[in-house]
């Protein structure tokens, strides 16, 4: 029984899918979806949408990162609302490896399943250590739907 859902986004194209996805089942279920978005503090790594939305030359400060990844989170609760008015929808936001992060949060709060984007957008180095929605695949100890 699916009774908890978790999505990840990171404010792209696909994890926009893959939100629909996790709305349309926890409908299906009557579930409850709670809707994360991860970042990585500048130390742990590139962060290439913050450059589009600071400007080129404009340093990115933790109080500005952590509020550019709120606006993420805030206009997926306000689609996901909008899309599936009846369904209790929570949202989180955590700092640090995506991949880490998404599991953790999954294991401490007990989701039934995760609901992730194939590919989004994160730092250079994933291609060197495999996507997030694949590390999350191998560690999760719950079922985890990749969306494309």
């Known amino acids: 029984m699916i009774s908890n859902v978790l ?7 696909n994890s926009a ?8 089942l926890a409908e299906k279920y009557a579930a409850k979806v709670s809707i994360l978005n991860v970042f990585e503090s ?17 340093p990115v400060f933790a109080g500005e990162l ?12 306000n689609r996901a609302k909008e899309i599936k008015p009846n369904l209790e ?9 995506p991949a880490v992060e998404i599991v953790a949060m999954a294991k401490d709060e007990g989701f039934d399943v995760i609901v992730v984007a194939h ?10 250590l495999g996507s997030v929605s694949e590390k999350v695949a191998r560690l999760a100890s719950c079922p985890v739907i990749i969306v494309r």
């Open 7 to 13: 999505v990840a986004i990171d404010g792209s194209e």
């Open 17 to 24: 899918k893959a939100l629909d996805f996790a709305l349309d």
């Open 66 to 77: 952590t509020k550019f990844h709120e606006e993420i989170l805030a206009k997926a609760l």
């Open 89 to 97: 929808i929570s949202t989180a936001l955590r700092d640090g490896d």
């Open 119 to 128: 590919r989004g957008v994160g730092r250079v180095s994933k291609v060197l």
């Open 42 to 58: 500048p130390a742990m790594g590139v962060i290439p949408q913050a450059a589009g939305y600071f400007g080129d030359n404009m």
